[in-house]
């Protein structure tokens, strides 16, 4: 599974990319986790409130940050 965290550096988006981590960690196996802060691949997911959350190129949330156990519910849907 690849989950990607959108954003361009701001503290909410940092904060996503731990609470990705973390959720990982938590549920095991192998996952690939990826920032992408490059403004071009955001827009190109059609993402206009960052930070977001994309796993396997489907965007799952924008605009807020999420619990580990939010991430890991999106992360099996």
């Not at 960052?50 to 796993?55: D, E, G, H, I, N």
């Not at 965007?59 to 849907?77: P, Q």
């Amino acid at each position: 599974m690849k989950v990607e965290i959108l954003g361009t550096g701001c503290a909410k988006c940092k904060a996503l990319e731990e609470i990705v981590k973390q959720a990982v960690t938590k549920i095991g196996g192998f996952h690939s986790v990826e920032k992408v802060e490059d403004i071009q691949k955001i827009m190109d997911y059609g993402v206009m409130n960052t930070p977001a959350l994309v796993v396997d190129g489907v965007v799952k949330s924008t605009g807020k940050l999420l619990t580990v156990n939010e991430v890991i519910a999106l992360m099996d849907r």
